[in-house]
């Protein structure tokens, strides 16, 4: 299997810290990456994950544990314009396939 | 802003006709992807292709083909459209096909069968 878990939506206040996880079935992995895509947008790239750890970019990191097939996106400082939703992304089977987790709607709140 | 367009951007169309969609780069990019999207399943791959002519399934193939005769054209053809395939469908490109790489996407195509 290769799918990805994701809650549905996520709700914070603007200049909290929101963080939306992403869980995947093992076989076959490649690596976690992460999009963004505002409502009538299209979906833009934010990160990359290949090994454990977090990576870091700007308000926005990303973490791996490989171990308990886990990632999340962690938000920080945040702003209204970041209400959009997020989306976790694998590798298939063979690696040049992409698929998506089902999104998370986030809604940051003045 | 990577060089992908989609065309139509919409499309209103009767059931049981043909239909297809075009997706157009100018990046060269190798990887071309076609997704669905509908509320509460979040992008579904149709198919890809990873060269000129090479196109594989992906997670929701059935009803759809696609070819590629170029590197720069990757078309979606719905044969005979049904209710089931409303959807908003986006293309994406990769250079090197791999999940580390940043895949861009076209601005996607509202396809409404009735």
């Known amino acids: 299997g290769q799918s990805l878990e994701q809650p549905s939506e996520v709700t914070a206040v603007e200049g909290a810290i929101v963080q939306i996880n992403c869980t995947y079935q093992?076989?076959?992995?490649?690596?976690l990456s992460w999009y963004q895509q505002h409502d009538g947008g299209a979906p833009t790239f934010l990160s990359y994950?290949?090994?454990?750890g977090l990576e870091e970019t700007g308000r926005f990191s990303s973490f791996l544990s490989r171990s308990d097939s886990y990632g999340y996106l962690l938000l920080q400082e945040l702003q209204m314009k970041d209400s959009a939703s997020y989306f976790c992304?694998?590798?298939?089977?063979?690696?040049?396939?992409?698929?998506f987790g089902s999104g998370t709607r986030l809604l940051v709140r003045p | 802003d990577a060089g992908i367009t989609q065309s139509p951007r919409h499309k209103v169309t009767e059931t049981g006709t043909p239909v297809t969609l075009r997706c157009h780069q100018t990046?060269?990019?190798?990887?071309m992807y076609w997704y669905r999207q509908d509320p509460g399943h979040g992008l579904r791959l149709i198919h890809y292709?990873?060269?000129?002519?090479?196109?594989d399934k992906g997670e929701v193939s059935d009803g759809y083909s696609v070819s590629r005769s170029k590197t720069e054209d990757f078309l979606l053809t719905l044969e005979s459209a049904t209710s089931s395939q409303t959807s908003v469908y986006f293309c994406?490109?990769?250079?090197?096909?791999?999940?580390?790489?940043?895949?861009?996407f076209g601005q996607g195509t509202r396809l409404t069968v009735v």
């Open positions: 994406a490109i990769s250079e090197s096909g791999t999940v580390n790489t940043e895949a861009f």
């Open positions: 093992t076989s076959g992995f490649y690596g």
């Open positions: 990046e060269n990019h190798r990887y």
């Open positions: 994950n290949a090994l454990d």
């Open positions: 292709s990873y060269g000129v002519k090479d196109t």
């Open positions: 992304a694998r590798g298939g089977d063979s690696s040049y396939k992409l698929i």
